[in-house]
């Protein structure tokens, strides 16, 4: 690999290291899930400081050392800055992000991922949609690109909820958000999904436990 490359990518945590420095997990387009060490974004004057944030998608300029990747120069495409005020679409994202840093892995091909998690986002910010909808869409099409979906649905489903599942599996990333559903056919599509995440994900999200408290 070079020393230096750029991709586009999406910061999935960011902590603090030291007394300036930052350790950011990104999702990116080319290289998969990475890991990389902003140093002195921390400070006030430095200029990755506001770009090294959870939730920023730019492209980014790293250098690729012998054994870390080191973060050089952000082009912020969105903040997603939405989410700073709005506590309960920043827990959904948080629990998008999560699950993406869990589920991704370095050197994979993770475009599609990349572009689901995108979409997702900006669904969340955006009024037109039921936060509750947007979750179940990114929970569905989550196990489709990891392969992990089965045609077969279990159970009584109404034909309108079947039909969403097919869209939510045939569709691209960047078309999924572009329906709503009545209350019934949206808790039988959460159903589907939970019904699978069950089977597939041995796995508990710490932030699915405040997801739990909102969606009462």
Not at 16 to 29: A, F, M, Q, S
Not at 49 to 59: A, P
Request: with cysteine; aromatic share 12%; hydrophobic share 40%.
């Amino acid at each position: 690999m070079e020393q230096y490359f750029q991709d586009d990518a999406l910061i999935l945590k960011a902590e603090p290291i030291g007394e300036y420095d930052r350790r950011l997990v990104l999702l990116t387009k080319d290289h998969g899930k990475i890991s990389a060490f902003a140093k002195g974004a921390r400070r006030p004057t430095n200029k990755l400081m506001g770009s090294t944030d959870m939730f920023c998608f730019g492209l980014f300029k790293f250098y690729a050392g012998q054994n870390s990747y080191s973060l050089v120069d952000v082009s912020v495409k969105n903040y997603f800055g939405e989410l700073r005020d709005d506590m309960n679409g920043a827990m959904y994202g948080m629990y998008f992000l999560e699950v993406m840093e869990y589920m991704t892995r370095e050197n994979n091909d993770e475009e599609q991922l990349l572009k689901l998690l995108y979409q997702s986002l900006r669904a969340i910010v955006s009024p037109e949609f039921n936060n509750k909808l947007v979750r179940a869409i990114f929970e569905i099409k989550t196990m489709v690109l990891q392969g992990e979906w089965k045609s077969e649905i279990k159970g009584s489903f109404s034909e309108t909820a079947l039909y969403a599942v097919d869209y939510i599996v045939k569709q691209k990333p960047e078309k999924l958000f572009s329906f709503g559903l009545k209350e019934s056919v949206l808790n039988e599509l959460i159903l589907i999904a939970e019904d699978r995440k069950r089977t597939l994900w041995h796995h508990e999200f710490n932030s699915e436990e405040m997801l739990k408290i909102l969606e009462i």
